[in-house]
């Protein structure tokens, strides 16, 4: 149980368009749900929280125009990286907390490697 | 800036070593919590460790904390080569808060 899926596993795409990267919690629901990025062989920065049916948490320093969060089910938060740029390039990865327990556990889906070309 | 601080940064063992890594952080915390990843995978938790506990197991992981040194540390026993992986500490202010990531420790276990 508590599997988090994320849709694609890696994406290349050129400069100045836009991607959808998806967030699943497969066999539970998840009112919250979390978006990080990591650089290779460095840490996982939390970019947003994403919770559902309102407005996502953006950190600091984190542009919201360019990193745009949806979280419209229970099952289900987007993030859509607009006008990507090289810089963006990054292994993206989303985590879920169970809305039906207590548990402080994150479970985190696989990432997503994005390459902007 | 980031709230754990794992150290070593990297460590590379013998199979049937045991492996020792150390977290630590600057604010209190409600629980910290170690996880694995593989190289260009999401994050496997292996333990959550809660602020009134000073030591904890899971098979052959020992997770200590000590919250008067604002530390912790995560021992792998026997270790095998599938242990090979980056380890990542992560804090909670509370119960429901945002997860801080230390910078991870890369551990290397030749067969």
């Known amino acids: 149980g508590a599997v988090v899926s994320q849709h694609p596993s890696w994406v290349i795409c050129k400069s100045g368009t836009s991607v959808k990267i998806e967030c699943r919690s497969l066999d539970f629901q998840a009112t919250t749900m979390f978006w990080y990025r990591q650089f290779p062989k460095q840490s996982l920065m939390l970019m947003a929280t994403s919770n559902e049916g309102s407005k996502a948490t953006y950190e600091q320093g984190v542009e919201k125009d360019k990193f745009l969060i949806n979280h419209a089910s229970l099952t289900l938060s987007t993030l859509t990286v607009t006008s990507a740029h090289p810089e963006d390039s990054s292994f993206y990865i989303c985590s879920a907390r169970d809305y039906g327990t207590t548990s402080d556990e994150q479970y985190f889906g696989p990432g997503t490697r994005l390459t902007v070309t | 800036s980031q709230q754990g601080e794992e150290d070593p940064q990297a460590l590379s063992i013998q199979e049937g070593e045991n492996a020792t890594m150390n977290c630590s952080y600057k604010?209190?915390?409600?629980?910290l919590q170690w996880y694995r990843q593989n190289s260009g995978r999401g994050l496997v938790h292996l333990i959550l460790?809660?602020?009134?506990?000073r030591e904890k197991h899971s098979g052959r992981l020992r997770v200590t904390l000590d919250t008067s040194k604002k530390s912790s540390s995560l021992l792998i026993t026997a270790s095998r080569a599938a242990d090979t992986a980056s380890y990542f500490c992560?804090?909670?202010?509370?119960?429901?808060?945002?997860?801080?990531f230390g910078k991870g420790t890369m551990l290397l276990v030749s067969p």
């Open positions: 460790i809660r602020s009134n506990e």
């Open positions: 992560a804090t909670s202010n509370s119960g429901y808060s945002t997860l801080t």
């Open positions: 604010t209190s915390i409600n629980n």
